[in-house]
T-cell receptor, first 113, second 114 residues
Framework: AQSVTQPDIHITVSEGASLELRCNYS??????LFWYVQSPGQGLQLLLK??????LVQGIKGFEAEFKRSQSSFNLRKPSVHWSDAAEYFC???????????FGKGTKLSVKP | KAGVTQTPRYLIKTRGQQVTLSCSPI?????VSWYQQTPGQGLQFLFE???????NKGNFPGRFSGRQFSNSRSEMNVSTLELGDSALYLC?????????????FGSGTQLSVL
């Protein structure tokens, strides 16, 4: 069965520092991969997605992610974190045609001033 | 263009009762899907509707049901509520529900079962 693992439950970084959030997926073929962000009490906002092509994808708010097939990973990165980036981040995979999203358990990001 | 609207924003019910949640998708979107979010289980897919038909279903008991109307608005119903049904219920819409489509999420309905 398809699954998504986000190994880090909670990460704290200083404002201005770089960020990398890890995501590993389990799926036989190339999946459709997504990163979403959720602010407290809010729904999910799509940061970026990967379907095919260039393995480095750019998203909104200065985020990027790299798809590595050999490692079954899709890690999210940002070169310089802002206090407003504090939120929970979810990696998700979508498989097959019209498939539903399978989410990881999320990584909560805290930003120190 | 208005986003995905979920009502009510908060609900408090007692065990054994039933509840109906509503979701109005973005205008022109015909696919509506529902997710349950809890601290323990995370985000889990409930079901997806397209053109008034349930097209995909997650692994939830039959107490969880839904429907979609001709204007694409969707409702989700939970009967015989249990404490474990306390969760944030999120609705998402997209144009056709295709695998490469962006899902737009509502802010959710926070259900508390006492």
């Amino acid at each position: 069965a398809q699954s998504v693992t986000q190994p880090d439950i909670h990460i704290t970084v200083s404002e201005g520092a770089s960020l990398e959030l890890r995501c590993n997926y389990s799926y036989g073929a190339t999946p459709y991969l997504f990163w979403y962000v959720q602010s407290p009490g809010q729904g999910l906002q799509l940061l970026l997605k990967y379907f095919s092509g260039d393995t480095l994808v750019q998203g909104i708010k200065g985020f990027e992610a790299e798809f590595k097939r050999s490692q079954s990973s899709f890690n999210l990165r940002k070169p310089s974190v802002h206090w407003s980036d504090a939120a929970e981040y979810f990696c998700a995979v979508r498989t097959g045609s019209q498939g539903n999203l399978i989410f990881g358990k999320g990584t909560k990001l805290s930003v120190k001033p | 263009k208005a986003g995905v609207t979920q009502t009510p924003r908060y609900l408090i019910k007692t065990r054994g009762q039933q509840v109906t949640l509503s979701c109005s998708p973005i205008s022109g979107h015909r696919s509506v899907s529902w997710y349950q979010q809890t601290p323990g289980q995370g985000l889990q897919f409930l079901f997806e509707y397209f053109s008034e038909t349930q097209r995909n279903k997650g692994n939830f008991p039959g107490r969880f049901s839904g429907r979609q109307f001709s204007n694409s608005r969707s409702e989700m119903n939970v009967s015989t509520l249990e404490l474990g049904d306390s969760a944030l219920y999120l609705c998402a819409s997209s144009l056709q529900g295709g695998t490469n489509e962006k899902l737009f999420f509502g802010s959710g309905t926070q259900l508390s079962v006492l």
